[in-house]
Each structure stands twice: as structure tokens, then as C-alpha cells.
């Protein structure tokens, strides 16, 4: 059913958008159901050797808990739900430690390896990573991964019930009860006894605790019309050689649906692909590639922008562009994806990232209220709404103080705190990303707050100069902070010549330096070195996941540019008012009331208030990607002549982490897919390389050796339709 245009607009602006959902978490992987552990793709390990070893290193840290097996023999001490590499290594370690437990399985052991297509090759990546339990795991095929496994899985001895499956678990005292249905005997290819199980019974176990590794692959997507429940229609595709001969219609755009139709088509099939998009933008390059030539050269047919309505007997009903057609059909794939068994999780209790309760409303609401009260105070603002009496009016003057060698008050304390977050969380970062470019990053932030964005201007300054906070004209340039472009012989003293120098040197960084900057660096200037940028990417961490994404997200970035463009009238009329261009009486009151307004609706509110205090919701870019017009600067620059891009490699598995971490709300993953390059001309990229840590396959990399040049397609307040091309 389609959604309604408002809702559409919410849930493109949604924080969850694009983004894998998890359960939440400890650091140990228990969920907030304390006893229920969760290891594999739920877990945000969805790389086959990386589920592996979290199953098993899970269960090490359980049976330490535990501090052996339980004295009760009715009471397992671990429940397994699933049989995928996660619950496999948990068995591992349970074997290795002693610990009594079974596996239960719903279909059978790597299910969903084995439906992969037929000599799928599958890579054991990443190389650094041993296999737990001496259990054998080579770069294979599927065909020979799985035989391998099945013998492996003989020789451990697994306890493995299947198929079987768990349908609820509740705690009791200090164990869990745990309901489960057997299948029918024989509905599966078994190589391990389901032992007693008889068909479609119901069962019921004891556990001190569950280990879930059943995956996020829960469900299958339906199309929701009718006939799609029928036995020619199916979900997968393990061997195209079954359709040889026969007219077959695939429905999806993604790479299962575009490998499955060629292979199809290169077995012999007749195959009609129909996708409700003008084209595969989510397949991977060399896959669009495959079937736009096919194609091309007659050996499939494609309806792009059509929409299967009907499955009968013998053929199915598209509709395209108004229009329906029959298409004749022996076989129908319909294969759109899965999606998360929520059902299940919340019938366990499980939260999930993102939900909604009541302590996490009063989470960000806290939060917020201690960043508007940090930032009223840091700013010498009165406390909404701004009145002489407001409740930390004192504060004001209690933070006064004489250091000797100045006069500090409230803005020098915050300033303090800033950098304390900066270096207590910048180090925490440090040791989180074990890649050198993040520690250089992190290093970087944290060494030019000390020393540009705190040290010099409110420490060393002070001894040399009369106005030290001028310095902040090369660390904080222009449109960042209006005031760096500004000067006038009246403040200072009469002295024209200094005032001069003080305007060619915020000239010269906004101008010149930072032009400088992006064309070898991009907008990196807001990942290694700007002071908003350095609390978002240490204290922010935290939330960098929370990032919007969808259409209304990346429309709402031109907002900085509206901002880039108020920034200069503001200037220019703060500058007459200084050096009286023209007549300063006639633009006197436009002058105040462009400069209040956009002091306090920018400056404060945007840059400090709702830019950090939204962290725990929105992400930790919420200034930096819709409102900075620095950046937004550096954007035009930047689609007009930097040389830096990410590049992918044609590694990539579609697991997310890329799109998950990405802070600017950008799907990485497309890119990466695609083999396309991302750059400034097509995305909002501050080139931070979180996506290359986080990849477990090393697609991606930055490069510098201008690869592509670029075409500015349009304006400053034009939708950007920047053209790359191989130069």
C-alpha cells in the first residue's frame, strides 16, 4: 500500500533511515533483556568470518560469567537460536568450555549459505582473523564450503536441533523457559538427527541463557498481490539450470534479482525482468553492466519503471506508465529482499536501536537542556527568554575571574570544557579505530584545539597582542564566524594599519588558504580541524549512526547554502558600519538588526544550540551538514576543483557498515556497489574515511591524484548536477 506524502517526507527524514537496524546492545552483546546475548548480522557482524568469531568469543565471556555448567541437568546453560556462522562458533565454544546447550534451527545448518547460487564463490575475509575452534574456513565455493562444513559439523559433534524452530522465551526465576515447533520430518535435508522431534510438535527447554544468531534475513519482502502465494513463485535461486527452457519473470532491481536473471537467461531461460525503477542503480557496476548488454543484445527483456500486479496461471500482469501487459510466465522470482524479524525480537523483549521510551526521551531532553544552559553561559546569554532575572543569572558574574595575566569570565570556562571533551573523548576515539589515517585524524583534532582553537588565542595571545581573540580569524575563517573578516580603525585604537592587517589576514584565510585547502583535501577541514567539527566527531561518535538519510535529508542540506549567502550581506553591512562606505545613518538599523538576528539565530541557536544538543537524535552533523556555511563554501569549492575521491573495489558484499557509520547521511553502499566514484560533485562528503575503517572487505579508498574532472553544473543556490568525467 503506498504511504501517504507526509509520512513519506517523515520517514525519509527519519533517523533509522538507511540504516541497519540493531538490537540494542552492551559491550558484551546483551541485549536489554538481561540473559539474552545477540551475535551475527543482528549483532553488526554480518561478514561469515566475523560472525563466527563473535559467536564464539561471546560464549568465552559467558562461560566465565557463568563460572562453569549449571548443577541442574534440566537446565541447559545455553540456548542457541540458529545455525549460521555465529551460532556455530557459540557452539564451538561451548564445546570448547564445557558448557551443555543446543543449537536450534528452523531450516538447516547455513541455511542461508547454502541458498546462495550455484559455485558462488565465497571469500574468507578478512585474512587477519583466525578461525575459533580449529573449524576449516578456506575461500570456496559454495558447493565445496558446504560440503566441507557439513563434515565439520559431523566431527565437532554440534548438538543441533532442526528443523525447529523457537517461537517465544520467558525468564523464570533465574533461568529461561523456551517454546519451540518442530517441522516436519524429512521437509529438510537433514545430515544431523533431529533426534526425538516428531512432526509439527511443540516443545519446551530450559536455559540460563540464549545466545540469538538467527540472523536479520527473518522475513522474505512480499509484493502483497494476488497470486504470489503460488508454487511457481519463488524467493531464491539456487541453480539456473532448473529454468532451462522455460519463460521466467524476475521481479527486483538489486544484485540477487540482476545475477539471477542472467544466469537464468545464460541457462537457457527466457527471462523478463521487471523493476519499479528507470534503472539498477542499486547492482553493482559490473552486474549493470552484464544485464544492460544482455539486453541490448536480445537475451533478456527488461520492463523498467513497471510494477507486477497480478501472478495467475501461466503469466503474470505488469503495469507500466498506466498501461498493463500480460507476460506470459513458467516460473516467477520474486526476489526484493528481506527484512528484520521485529515480531519475533519484540515478543522477546528486545529493544532496538532508535526505539522510543521513556528514558531515552529523557535522555535527549536532558541532554539538550545541559547544551542550551553550557552554550547561554559560554555565549553570555541570559537564559530563554533572555530576561535580566533568569535563573543562572548569577553565574555570569561568579565565573569571573582574574588569571593575572587577563580577565576571564563564562565564555573562557566554556571554551575549557570544549577542549577537555574534545581531548578526553578525541583520545577515547583514538584507541576505538585501529587504522593510522583515524589516529593521524583524531590527533589532528585534538592538537588544533589545544592549540589554535585554545591554547594561542586564550592563553599565549593575551601576553603579545591587545586582542587576542583576533587569531581566531585563521582557525575559525570566514563564513564560519563572520566576525573573522571584519576590522576597523576605530576598534583599534586609530591604528588603520592594523586594522588592514587584520582584514587581509581573514581574507587571506577565507580566500585563499581554505581554497587552497580543498583542493587537495576536499572538505576534510570539518573532519581534521574545525572546533565544531572535533566535539562532533569525539563526543558525537556516539550518535554518528543516527544520521538522516533519504530524499528530504539531502535537500535539507542546501539550508547552509541560504546561510553562506545571508552571511554576506551581514558582513558587508558590518563592514560599512566600520569603515562608513556609505552614509552610516542610512543603513545603521539594518545593520543592527541583520547582525542581532544573525548572531543569535545562527551563532547561538543553530551553530551551538541545536547543532550539538540534537546529537543523541539526529546524529552528530546536524550543524555541520544543514546549516554551516562554511562548509557549504567549501562545497562550491570543492565541486569546482578538488582532487580527492573515495574509490571502491569490486570487493564489496552489501553488508551496510559503510552506510551505517557515515555521518553525513550518505549511502555509501550505492557507491561502493556501483563501483561508482564519490566525490563532492555528487555528495556531501567531509572525506573523514570512517566508511574505509569500518569496511570488513577493503573496498573503499581515498584518493589524491585527481582521477576525474570536474563540471560545475549549476549556481550557488542550484540544485547541484555536477557532471564527473574519466579525465
Not at 284 to 311: C, F, H, P, T
Request: aromatic share 10%; hydrophobic share 45%; proline share 4%.
Amino acid at each position: 500500500m503506498a504511504l501517504p506524502e507526509i509520512l513519506k517526507v517523515e520517514l525519509e527524514f527519519s533517523s533509522k533511515l538507511g540504516v541497519r537496524e540493531l538490537p540494542q546492545l552492551d559491550a558484551n552483546n546483551q541485549s536489554n533483556v538481561k540473559g539474552i546475548y545477540v551475535v551475527g548480522d543482528l549483532a553488526d557482524a554480518p561478514i561469515i568470518k566475523v560472525a563466527l568469531r563473535q559467536g564464539y568469543d561471546v560464549v568465552e565471556h559467558l562461560a566465565e560469567k557463568l563460572g562453569g555448567t549449571g548443577s541442574d541437568p534440566e537446565i541447559l546453560d545455553i540456548l542457541i537460536i540458529g545455525a549460521g556462522p555465529a551460532g556455530i562458533g557459540a557452539a564451538l565454544a561451548c564445546n570448547a568450555k564445557g558448557l551443555s546447550y543446543v543449537v536450534m534451527e528452523r531450516e538447516k545448518p547455513f541455511a542461508t549459505i547454502q541458498n546462495f547460487p550455484k559455485a558462488k564463490l565465497i571469500f574468507s575475509e578478512p585474512k587477519q582473523f583466525e578461525n575459533p575452534g580449529n573449524f576449516w574456513f578456506e575461500d570456496a565455493t559454495k558447493e565445496e564450503l558446504t560440503e566441507r562444513w557439513a563434515e565439520a559439523l559431523d566431527d565437532h559433534s554440534l548438538r543441533i536441533q532442526q528443523p525447529e524452530e523457537v517461537i517465544d522465551a520467558k525468564r523464570s526465576g533465574d533461568h529461561f523457559v523456551v517454546s519451540t515447533r518442530v517441522g516436519k520430518s524429512g521437509l529438510l535435508d537433514q545430515h544431523i538427527p533431529a533426534g526425538d522431534a516428531t512432526a509439527d510438535a511443540e516443545n519446551t527447554y530450559k536455559a540460563r541463557r540464549i545466545v540469538l544468531a538467527g540472523g536479520k534475513r527473518g522475513q522474505l519482502n512480499k509484493l502483497g498481490i494476488p497470486g504470489e502465494e503460488r508454487e511457481n513463485v519463488h524467493h531464491l535461486l539456487k541453480d539456473p539450470d532448473d529454468f532451462t527452457g522455460k519463460k521466467v519473470v524476475v521481479v527486483g532491481g538489486g544484485d540477487s534479482a540482476v545475477e539471477a536473471a542472467c544466469d537464468i537467461a545464460d541457462a537457457g531461460g527466457k527471462v523478463l525482468v521487471s523493476y519499479r525503477k528507470e534503472e539498477f542503480a542499486r547492482a553493482k557496476a559490473r552486474n549493470k553492466a552484464r544485464i544492460e548488454s544482455m539486453a541490448a543484445d536480445g537475451r533478456l527483456e527488461l520492463a523498467m519503471k513497471s510494477q507486477v500486479q497480478e501472478i495467475a496461471d501461466g503469466g503474470v500482469t505488469i503495469a507500466t506508465g498506466g498501461e498493463t501487459r500480460q507476460a506470459e510466465a513458467d516460473d516467477v522470482l520474486v526476489l526484493i529482499g528481506t527484512r528484520l524479524p521485529l515480531k519475533f525480537l519484540r515478543r522477546l523483549g528486545i529493544k532496538m536501536q532508535g526505539d522510543m521510551d521513556f528514558w531515552r526521551v529523557a535522555w535527549i531532553v536532558s541532554f539538550a537542556l545541559i547544551t542550551y544552559g553550557f552554550y547561554c553561559l559560554k555565549a553570555k546569554q541570559d537564559l530563554f527568554p533572555f530576561g535580566e532575572t533568569h535563573p543562572l543569572g548569577w553565574m555570569h558574574d561568579a565565573l569571573k575571574a582574574d588569571l593575572g595575566f587577563r580577565t576571564v569570565d563564562a565564555s573562557f570556562w566554556g571554551t575549557c570544557i570544549y577542549a577537555l571533551l574534545i581531548g578526553v573523548f578525541g583520545m577515547r576515539a583514538y584507541f576505538k579505530y585501529p587504522l593510522a589515517q583515524q589516529k593521524r585524524r583524531y590527533i589532528s583534532l585534538i592538537v588544533f584545539q589545544w592549540t589554535f582553537l585554545f591554547g594561542i588565542p586564550e592563553l599565549l595571545a593575551p601576553l603579545i597582542i591587545e586582542r587576542p581573540w583576533k587569531l581566531y580569524a585563521l582557525s575559525v575563517p570566514w563564513p564560519l564566524s563572520i566576525w573573522s573578516l571584519i576590522d576597523a580603525p576605530d576598534w583599534a585604537g586609530g591604528d588603520t594599519v592594523t586594522a588592514v592587517l587584520w582584514l587581509g589576514v581573514g581574507a587571506l584565510s577565507a580566500f585563499v588558504l581554505i581554497p587552497l585547502y580543498v583542493r587537495y583535501n576536499g572538505e576534510r577541514f570539518c573532519s581534521y580541524m574545525c572546533g565544531c567539527g572535533g566535539l562532533a566527531e569525539t563526543l558525537g561518535d556516539f550518535w554518528r549512526h543516527l544520521a538522516p538519510r533519504g530524499r528530504t535529508a539531502k535537500q535539507s542540506e542546501w539550508f547552509g547554502r541560504i546561510i553562506l549567502v545571508l552571511a554576506v550581506p551581514v558582513t558587508l553591512l558590518i563592514l560599512n558600519d566600520a569603515w562608513v562606505f556609505i552614509a552610516k545613518d542610512a543603513l545603521y538599523s539594518t545593520k543592527e538588526f541583520a547582525q542581532s538576528w544573525y548572531g543569535l539565530m545562527v551563532d547561538f541557536w543553530l551553530a551551538s544550540v541545536v547543532g550539538v544538543a540534537l546529537y543523541p537524535y539526529l546524529g552528530n552533523r546536524v550543524w555541520c551538514r544543514f546549516f554551516c556555511p562554511l562548509r557549504a563554501w567549501m562545497e562550491v569549492l570543492a565541486r569546482k576543483f578538488s582532487k580527492i575521491t573515495i574509490h571502491a573495489n569490486e570487493k564489496c558484499i552489501g553488508c551496510g557498515e559503510c552506510t551505517r557509520y557515515c555521518q553525513m547521511g550518505i549511502d555509501v553502499q550505492s557507491f561502493a556497489q556501483r563501483g561508482a566514484l564519490l566525490h563532492n560533485g555528487n555528495s556531501s562528503c567531509i572525506q573523514c574515511g570512517i566508511c574505509i575503517q569500518v569496511c570488513p572487505m577493503e573496498v573503499l579508498s581515498i584518493e589524491r591524484d585527481r582521477p576525474v574532472s570536474i563540471s560545475l553544473g549549476g549556481g550557488l543556490l542550484k540544485p547541484p548536477n555536477a557532471t564527473w568525467q574519466r579525465g
